[in-house]
T-cell receptor
Framework: AQSVTQLDSHVSVSEGTPVLLRCNYS??????LFWYVQHPNKGLQLLLK??????LVKGINGFEAEFKKSETSFHLTKPSAHMSDAAEYFC????????????FGKGTTLSVSS | DGGITQSPKYLFRKEGQNVTLSCEQN?????MYWYRQDPGQGLRLIYY???????QKGDIAEGYSVSREKKESFPLTVTSAQKNPTAFYLC??????????????FGSGTRLTVV
C-alpha cells in the first residue's frame, strides 16, 4: 500500500525567511509526487510535480522540491517566504498509471508573520 | 477557458434530506473523482470514475452515490445515510497520456452544511 506523511501539521515562519515543509512517502512502485496549495475556501492549485525525471523539481511562486529515493522524502522548500504564501499545503502521491486516484497527506498549515 | 465547475459553492441541507452536488468538466478528461475534506484530515476519496457508465468506491463511499452518464458530468449525491455530511467537497478530473496519468485538475469546491 502506498501512503504519504506530512511531518508537521503547522509551520510558522517570518516573512523573508526560508520555508521547509516535510513529506515522506511509502510506495511499492515508483510514484508520481505532487505538492498542492489551498487558500481558504478555495480549490487546490498545483505547485509542482515529480514524475521520474529530474529529482529537483521547480514549481510556481519560487517553490521547489527534491525527490530523495533513499530517504523516501519529497520536502517542499522556498528560500524566502512571502505573506501571500500563508495557506495549507498538501503532499500527494499517485501510482504512475491511468485511472489512479491521488493519495493525500493530512496537510501542513503555513503561517507567515511580518 | 477549460476547467471544472462545481456548483453550488455553498449548500445547506436539512437533516434527513438527500442533496446532489454538481461537477462538470470541459477538459475532455476521462477520469473524474470526488474527495471530501475535513479539517486536519486532508482529502479522502469518496468515488472515482475512469470511463462513462462506470465508477468505483473510494475510501469513504458509505452514504454517498454517484453517476457517470456523460463524460463531462460526475454528480455526487449525499444521502440521508451519511451521518456526518458537513464538509468541503472537491471534484477533480485527470487526463491520460500513453496509459499514464499526466495531470489532475480540481474544481473550486462546494461547502455543504447540515442545519
Amino acid at each position: 500500500a502506498q501512503s504519504v506523511t506530512q511531518l508537521d501539521s503547522h509551520v510558522s515562519v517570518s516573512e523573508g525567511t526560508p520555508v521547509l515543509l516535510r513529506c515522506n512517502y511509502s510506495s511499492s512502485y515508483s510514484p508520481s509526487l505532487f505538492w498542492y496549495v489551498q487558500h481558504p475556501n478555495k480549490g487546490l492549485q498545483l505547485l509542482l510535480k515529480y514524475t521520474s525525471a529530474a529529482t529537483l523539481v521547480k514549481g510556481i511562486n519560487g517553490f521547489e522540491a527534491e525527490f530523495k529515493k533513499s530517504e523516501t522524502s519529497f520536502h517542499l522548500t522556498k528560500p524566502s517566504a512571502h505573506m501571500s504564501d500563508a495557506a495549507e499545503y498538501f503532499c500527494v502521491v499517485s501510482l504512475p498509471w491511468a485511472g489512479t486516484a491521488l493519495i493525500f497527506g493530512k496537510g501542513t498549515t503555513l503561517s507567515v508573520s511580518s | 477557458d477549460g476547467g471544472i465547475t462545481q456548483s453550488p459553492k455553498y449548500l445547506f441541507r436539512k437533516e434527513g434530506q438527500n442533496v446532489t452536488l454538481s461537477c462538470e468538466q470541459n477538459l475532455n478528461h476521462d477520469a473524474m473523482y470526488w474527495y471530501r475534506q475535513d479539517p486536519g484530515q486532508g482529502l479522502r476519496l469518496i468515488y472515482y470514475s475512469q470511463i462513462v457508465n462506470d465508477f468505483q468506491k473510494g475510501d469513504i463511499a458509505e452514504g454517498y452515490s454517484v453517476s457517470r452518464e456523460k463524460k463531462e458530468s460526475f454528480p455526487l449525491t449525499v444521502t440521508s445515510a451519511q451521518k456526518n455530511p458537513t464538509a468541503f467537497y472537491l471534484c477533480a478530473s485527470s487526463i491520460e497520456a500513453a496509459g499514464k496519468v499526466s495531470g489532475y485538475t480540481f474544481g473550486s469546491g462546494t461547502r455543504l452544511t447540515v442545519v
